[in-house]
């Protein structure tokens, strides 16, 4: 059974930074996409991020220049690098390999 563990996330002023990690189990990802999306409450789910197998970034207009995503094959987790944080990211974070798993998320707090 594959299965996707967040941690990371916290409570950090407007300005600081966060690195979200997703290590993934039951399965050798290096293949497969992987994403982070992100919940507010009372929003629909949002794409943040996307990685590639080997290269090739995407990123929400918002973030871009302050997320950085990336991945280590070897250790089978992905990271999401979140600088300049706003009040705006506050959100529970997701990791995602499409059509096989989702984490069960990490809470971001950014305050003002």
């Known amino acids: 059974q594959v299965q996707l563990v967040e941690s990371g996330g916290g409570l950090v002023q407007a300005g600081g930074s966060l690195r979200l990690s997703c290590a993934a189990s039951g399965i050798s990802f290096g293949p497969y996409v992987v994403a982070w999306f992100r919940q507010a409450p009372g929003k629909q789910r949002e794409l943040v991020a996307r990685i590639g197998s080997v290269y090739g970034t995407h990123y929400l207009d918002s973030v871009k220049g302050r997320f950085t995503i990336s991945r280590d094959n070897a250790k089978n987790t992905a990271y999401l690098r979140m600088n300049n944080l706003e009040p705006e990211d506050t959100a529970v974070y997701y990791c995602?390999?499409?059509?096989?798993?989702w984490g069960q998320g990490t809470q971001v707090t950014v305050s003002s």
């Open positions: 995602n390999i499409p059509d096989v798993a």
